[in-house]
């Protein structure tokens, strides 16, 4: 009589992964993110909206959404990225809207930024310049065609 309600075992699951072990773009976007991987090195620009983990080695021009370098991974160049998170090595400057320099983190180069967080342990050697709010609308706005023309024309 009491067996009827009692629930039935089911087969042992996995645990589900906390946002530290997950991907960063699966916590943003649902899609996972582009991935260098170790044994990669990459010579040249990369160009995209989306996200990238650098574990490998890239040199050049990085211009993405987000961007992880872990641990063990090295850029050397530029980064421009709405959010940065480096673990591994960079040297060059930074451009972005938040970065964050883990523990393991070793930078050489100019980081310009709106947040910035460095954790004790991490590295820099460099400038940090906090990005002031009419050059970031600048940057997202661009000229408007009247103060072009108003440019052209003294009058």
Same mark, same amino acid.
């Given at each position: ?13 996995? @645990? ?18 582009? /991935? !260098?991987?170790?044994?990669?090195? !990459? ?10 983990? /650098?574990?490998? %080695?890239?040199?050049? %021009? !990085? ?15 530029? /980064? =421009?990225?709405? *959010?940065?998170?480096?673990?591994? &090595?960079?040297?060059?400057?930074? &451009?972005?809207?938040? +970065?964050? #320099?883990?523990?393991?983190?070793? +930078? ?18 460099? &400038? ?10 600048? #940057? #997202? ?6 103060? *072009?023309?108003? =440019?052209?024309? @003294?009058?």
């Amino acid at each position: 009589m009491f067996l009827k309600n009692t629930p039935k075992p089911t087969p042992a699951t996995t @645990p589900s992964k906390t946002v530290a072990e997950t991907p960063m773009s699966q916590t943003r976007t649902g899609k996972a993110p582009s /991935i !260098i991987s170790a044994d990669m090195s !990459i010579r040249g620009d990369l160009n995209g909206g989306g996200d990238l983990q /650098i574990e490998g %080695k890239v040199f050049g %021009k !990085i211009d993405v959404g987000h961007l992880v370098v872990a641990e063990g991974g090295s850029v050397e160049g530029e /980064i =421009i990225a709405k *959010a940065v998170r480096i673990s591994g &090595q960079m040297v060059g400057s930074i &451009q972005a809207g938040s +970065v964050t #320099l883990t523990p393991t983190a070793r +930078v050489q180069g100019d980081i310009h930024h709106d947040v910035l967080a460095i954790e004790a342990g991490a590295q820099l050697e460099g &400038q940090c310049k906090r990005n002031s709010s009419s050059s970031a609308n600048k #940057l #997202l706005t661009g000229p408007t065609l009247g103060s *072009a023309q108003s =440019i052209a024309s @003294p009058n």
